[in-house]
């Protein structure tokens, strides 16, 4: 068997692997798993859960995950496979896991040149989440040495393609429905090639594809939260972790895995709200691990209308250019 067949074969398995791209080295997972995609966040040690990029082989297999635009077609042709992520609109039919969104209604796509990439997403057959493969915090791997050095035993496989050519992320372009494009972050293809295909570029505020900091289009559910709860009171449902549920409520986790729990949290918040109750009642969930995740998501959707924002923010817009 050779690498690429184990990598694939790791991938379905919902394992973690490294991989060179032409930008930098990227840690990927199935992107329709989950708890594939939580274990990525907890491999990274990501405070919060950012949204991450899906890679796919192309446009074909880009739109069956969001809506684009012609002008994000037009963007796609001239610079795909390469350097450049599109982010539009997800598809109500997408596969991709929420919590690789993040809980955004836009997904994030780029079709990667360096053949090794694109060898292990055909070979995978499906969409492939990937981050940069460096510890949060840390500056992206361009070699599989330095992603295996901040890694280490937290992946499955690292796949070695070389130095990577560009050395710099790609360059993420918002497109929202009416085809307004906005840099989201600079990257390894000049803003003026951007405008060249598509004319001049949105300001952030004027497209309708939130920038990665403005979290607070976050998913928030309905019902109200009330976090760090022992118990339910009439009239709401639980939300439980490191036991079973009461009737009407779910488990982010019974066993207490802040991975299974990560996994499921968006999905639960989203029964549990259509299920019509005015209150979640949610269990204290740990600050370690990818515990201190969850626990920003839930104060997130617990408090929807706060200026995130703003100068009394409890943290800092995650707008994190190079993480
Ligand atoms: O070159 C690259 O882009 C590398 C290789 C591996 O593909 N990947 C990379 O991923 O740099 P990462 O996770 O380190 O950065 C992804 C960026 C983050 O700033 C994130 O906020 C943004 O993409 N992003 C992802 N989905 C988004 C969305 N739906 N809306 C806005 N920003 C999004
Ligand atoms: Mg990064």
Redesign the pocket.
Known sequence: MNDITRAAERLRAGGLVVFP?E????VGCDATNARAVARLFEAKGRPHF????T?VLGLPQAEEHAHLHPNALRLASAFWPG?L?L?ARRRAESSIAELA?AG?S???L?A?AHPMARALIEAFAGPIA????NRSGHV?ATTAQHAADDLGDRVDLVLDGGASPLGL??T?I?VDDAGQAAL??H?AIAKQDIEAVIGPLAGRAASG????GMLESHYAPRAHLRLDAHDTRPGEAYLAFGREAPPGGLTLSARGDLVEAAANLYAHLRALDASGVEVIAVAPIPSSGLGEAIRDRLWRAAAPRLDLLGANAPFSA?A??I?
């Open positions: 791209t930008t930098v080295y990227g950012n949204p991450l990029i890679h350097p992520t982010v969104c955004l836009t997904v994030a780029r990667p990937a981050p940069s493969a992206s992320e790609s993420i918002g989201l972050r990257g594809v939130a920038a990665p995650q994190d250019p993480e």
